[in-house]
């Protein structure tokens, strides 16, 4: 089992309506959570960090955070055609601040 | 705040060739991680200073892998003997002693030939 779990897509979503993004990770002991957009060829960049339990909210962007069940996700409203990119999750490995990413999902947001 | 800065961008090299790349981090960012991906998956762990010293390794990385961060400020990845499995992006990224957030710079891709 891969410590951080991502459905690889793609994921196809029409313009302006609300893309999902899910992530699940094996580690009960990583605290905090990342979500990066990738276009290709280009490197990640840092969308949203969550560290508790719950909801948090940026512009068009909500991360949530289930350590019960072990389950982030990225919710993004309104989505654009710019959006489309790889979503990558990462859990911080607290032992090293090593990040360790899934692998990613191929979100397409269709005009 | 210039963000994180690699070079070269691009390297194109012969088997058994040796390279060297460079990452500035984020000033007054005092952890700094290299890692390397490869197309479709997430980016793979390779090393992380904080400050000028090494703290951490993976075990996957080779002998002919060796990273430095002499005055804990620039770093350098240098990778000996090149083969043509070494082909990936290799980046850096850096994070603040008061934060968790990586920051990554744009990236040196390598084809070895």
């Known amino acids: 089992q891969k410590e951080v779990e991502q459905n690889s897509g793609p994921l196809s979503v029409p313009e302006g309506a609300i893309a999902s993004l899910n992530c699940t990770y094996s580690?009960?002991?990583?605290?905090?959570f990342f979500w990066y957009r990738q276009y290709s060829g280009k490197s990640p960049e840092l969308i949203m960090s969550?560290?508790s339990n719950g909801d948090k909210e940026d512009g068009r962007f909500t991360a949530q955070l289930n350590k019960a069940s072990q389950y982030v996700s990225l919710l993004i409203r309104d989505s654009q055609p710019s959006d489309s990119a790889t979503y990558l999750c990462a859990a911080l490995r607290d032992s090293n601040y090593q990040l360790i990413w899934g692998a990613g999902t191929k979100l397409i947001i269709k005009p | 705040d210039t963000g994180v800065s690699q070079d070269p961008r691009h390297k194109i090299t012969k088997r058994g060739q040796n390279v060297t790349f460079r990452c500035d981090p984020i000033?007054?960012?005092?952890?700094l991680y290299w890692y390397r991906q490869t197309l479709g998956q997430g980016p793979e762990f390779l090393t992380y200073f904080q400050n000028e010293a090494q703290l951490e390794k993976s075990r996957l990385l080779s002998d002919r892998f060796s990273a430095e961060r002499p005055k804990g400020s620039f770093s350098t990845l240098e990778i000996q003997r090149t083969e043509q499995g070494d082909s990936a992006m290799y980046l850096c990224a850096s994070s603040p002693g008061n934060g968790y957030e990586q920051y990554f710079g744009p990236g040196t891709r390598l084809t070895v030939t």
């Open positions: 969550i560290y």
């Open positions: 000033s007054e960012h005092n952890r």
């Open positions: 580690d009960r002991g990583s605290q905090s």
